[in-house]
């Protein structure tokens, strides 16, 4: 498996409460599966998305990514194979294409170009005159919500990363942008393995399994 979890847990610690998120998930998913998360809110699922960015540290030898445990891969190279859109994503401020290539050398301005161009980010801007040089305020406060989570996207096929993690906005998008992210949701996954958090039946509708969480367990896959 690409992605496999054995037995996970994961519980917070807030003042004298222990509160459980994640009460032992076992999970394998394939190369170049799509697979839709959904469950209530609190039932786990960003904490679980969380855990395979190791953003917080799971028991060891719980997660696996290509087999290895991932406590035993660098940061750095997580973050190089796992691509991440989430709710509210990063943006610095700066031009657009300055935010697709995280001011990283390696990824060059055509290929950037290209991947917003592919995510329908390109499109997206035209709407309201704007284009790549349009400058971000901090945090894209200048930005909508949908236009943040192209950017994010785009970041994920310029950079090439391997594994799509997704935690769909819940937040309304309008109707145009909504679609356009569907459609780059679906083209992103193409070659990739994908894990998305769903809160839209037209994302269920395309995955290839959905994972049920319930009160911090996989009930059904
Ligand atoms: P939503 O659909 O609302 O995004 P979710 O399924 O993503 O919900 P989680 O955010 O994973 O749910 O939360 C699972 C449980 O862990 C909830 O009871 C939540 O209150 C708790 N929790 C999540 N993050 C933290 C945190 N940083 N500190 C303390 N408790 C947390
Ligand atoms: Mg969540």
Do not use: W
């Amino acid at each position: 498996p690409v992605i496999e979890t054995i037995n996970v847990k994961k519980s917070y610690t807030v003042g004298n409460n222990l509160i459980t998120a994640l009460n032992g998930v076992d999970i394998k998913i394939y190369q170049g599966e799509y697979v839709a998360i959904v469950g209530k809110s609190g039932s786990g699922k960003s904490t679980f998305i969380s855990l395979l960015q190791r953003f917080y540290d799971a028991p060891e030898k719980t997660i696996l990514i290509d087999d290895r445990p991932l406590e035993e891969i660098k940061r750095r190279s997580i973050r190089s194979r796992i691509g991440v859109v989430q709710q509210d994503p990063f943006i610095f401020r700066g031009t657009v294409l300055e935010n697709i290539r995280l001011n990283d050398a390696q990824v060059s301005e055509a290929s950037a170009v290209s991947a917003a161009q592919n995510v329908g980010l390109t499109q997206a801007l035209r709407r309201s005159e704007r284009d790549l040089s349009f400058k971000c305020e901090e945090r894209g406060l200048n930005l909508s919500l949908g236009e943040r989570q192209l950017i994010a996207m785009a970041r994920i096929l310029a950079f090439d990363a391997k594994i799509l993690i997704l935690d769909e906005a819940t937040a309304n998008v309008d109707s145009d942008t909504e679609l356009l992210m569907q459609q780059a949701i679906y083209s992103l996954s193409q070659g990739r393995t994908s894990i998305i958090i769903a809160h839209r039946i037209s994302t269920v509708r395309n995955c290839d399994y959905v994972a049920i969480l319930e009160n911090s367990r996989l009930v059904e896959f």
